[in-house]
């Protein structure tokens, strides 16, 4: 009887004060990560080989683009990099939804280590999703497999730009929306993001043109792409950081206000 009592009188004084909510919250956070984080660890454990397998993957295509400035005479340097406004950290997925209409992946990796919301998610092979909520070690991810998902992408050999978006139905199959009748489409072609907003750089690979139809409703295309990324298998991403983007971001707003 004094349990039962107890979880009442705890519940209502969490709803009551917004202060004792927000506690328990971060709380309750905290103990979810460090459980995806123990699940997490057991579970890459016996990924080992596969992962290995990606980043030998991913050196070498980054040894051959760098053999391939070195030839063209271009010098790279970590300032160089840094000053193209964009800073990358690793990051480990703990837990990741694909099987729902609203996805979201849980990372290990928040405050303490630089994630902010609103910052861009991919792997070597394509985009994963934006941050959303950040605690101080973990923070969450709104996967591009959310219905509430838009992210600006283009046709990388027209570059016509458009809104991806998830219909709720295949995790491989995204739909590209918002490119008008006059853009030529065709099967096969690329599709990169666009770099019309903070959070992605331009060309970063989204995917290929499955196939495509013309809503004559509203004189667009809807288009399905196929990812490169494999949503149902993300283990490892890199967090993207736009050092410009508050810059950016307080000029468009003063522009809009005036």
Same mark, same amino acid.
Request: proline share 2%; aromatic share 8%; net charge neutral.
């Given at each position: 009887?004094f349990l039962?009592l107890?979880?009442?009188s705890?519940?209502?004084?969490?709803? =009551?004060?917004?202060?004792?909510?927000?506690?328990?919250?971060? =709380?309750a956070?905290?103990?979810?990560?460090?459980i995806y984080s123990?699940?997490?660890d057991?579970?890459?454990?016996?990924?080992?080989?596969?992962?290995?397998e990606l980043?030998?993957?991913?050196?070498?295509r980054?040894?051959?683009?760098?053999?391939h400035?070195?030839?063209e005479?271009?010098a790279?340097?970590d300032?160089?990099?840094?000053?193209l406004?964009?800073?990358y950290r690793?990051a480990?997925?703990?837990?990741n939804?694909f099987?729902?209409?609203?996805?979201?992946?849980?990372?290990?990796?928040g405050?303490n280590?630089g994630v902010?919301p609103e910052?861009?998610?991919i792997?070597?092979?394509?985009i994963?999703?934006?941050t959303?909520?950040?605690?101080a070690?973990y923070?969450?991810v709104l996967?591009?497999?959310?219905?509430?998902s838009?992210?600006s992408?283009q046709l990388?050999r027209?570059?016509h730009?458009g809104s991806?978006?998830w219909?709720?139905?295949?995790?491989?199959?995204?739909?590209l929306i918002d490119?008008s009748?006059?853009?030529p489409?065709a099967?096969?072609?690329?599709?990169t993001?666009?770099g019309? =907003?903070t959070?992605f750089p331009k060309?970063?690979?989204?995917?290929?043109v499955?196939?495509f139809?013309?809503d004559? =409703?509203?004189?667009?295309?809807?288009?399905?792409?196929a990812l490169?990324n494999?949503?149902t298998?993300?283990?490892?991403?890199?967090i993207?950081?736009?050092?410009?983007? #508050?810059e950016?971001k307080?000029?468009e707003?003063?522009?809009i206000? #005036?």
């Open positions: 009887m039962f107890f979880a009442i705890l519940g209502l004084t969490l709803q =009551s004060h917004s202060y004792h909510k927000s506690k328990f919250v971060n =709380s956070n905290s103990i979810t990560g460090y123990i699940k997490s057991i579970t890459t454990y016996f990924g080992l080989r596969k992962e290995n980043l030998l993957e991913e050196n070498s980054l040894k051959n683009l760098l053999q400035t070195e030839k005479g271009i790279i340097s300032t160089a990099i840094f000053e406004g964009f800073v690793p480990e997925v703990i837990n939804n099987s729902k209409a609203n996805n979201f992946l849980t990372l290990k990796g405050k280590q902010k910052m861009g998610v792997t070597s092979n394509g994963v999703g934006i959303d909520q950040v605690g070690n923070s969450t996967s591009i497999l959310n219905s509430n838009s992210i992408v990388k027209t570059g730009f991806l978006v219909n709720g139905k295949d995790p491989n199959i995204l739909q490119i009748r006059q853009s489409v099967i096969g072609d690329s599709i993001t666009d019309r =907003s959070i060309n970063i690979p989204v995917g290929i499955k196939d139809t013309y004559q =409703s509203e004189n667009f295309y809807i288009i399905d792409i490169f494999d949503m298998r993300t283990e490892n991403v890199y993207i950081e736009n050092k410009n983007a #508050e950016i307080e000029l707003n003063r522009s206000n #005036e």
